[in-house]
Nanobody, 122 residues
Framework: QVQLVESGGGLVQAGGSLRLSCTAS????????MAWFRQAPGKEREDVAA????????AYASSVKGRFTISRDNAKSTLYLQMNSLKPEDTAVYYC???????????????WGQGTQVTVSS
């Protein structure tokens, strides 16, 4: 079992930057594919970015591609999301998620963090 804790959210002005972190404990972190999701009030949860266990394969939502970068440091059991050129529409609660290897190649994520709030002012 894996436990995930996000940090790094806050209030920033449009055009600014934030770096989110997600620290894992429990089973071996390096064997899990990871992803960042976000959800704003009244909206559906959105898959923002994903990364393979090795860190060599990444994917991004079209709304954030070119502005956000997902990365991981397996030695530190930590996932990152670098967010640049932030826009008010990026405002949401951001969650990290981990995928058990048995679900590799599917849309199923097995472990979720508690979320961290990101607010971007105009």
């Amino acid at each position: 079992q894996v436990q995930l804790v996000e940090s790094g959210g806050g209030l920033v002005q449009a055009g600014g930057s934030l770096r989110l972190s997600c620290t894992a404990s429990g089973r071996t972190f390096s064997s899990y594919a990871m992803a960042w999701f976000r959800q704003a009030p009244g909206k559906e949860r959105e898959d923002v970015a994903a990364i393979s266990w090795s860190g060599t394969n990444t994917a991004y939502a079209s709304s954030v591609k070119g502005r956000f970068t997902i990365s991981r440091d397996n030695a530190k059991s930590t996932l990152y999301l670098q967010m640049n050129s932030l826009k008010p529409e990026d405002t949401a609660v951001y969650y990290c998620a981990a995928q058990n290897p048995i679900n590799s190649g599917t849309y199923t994520y097995d472990y979720w963090g508690q979320g961290t709030q990101v607010t971007v002012s105009s």
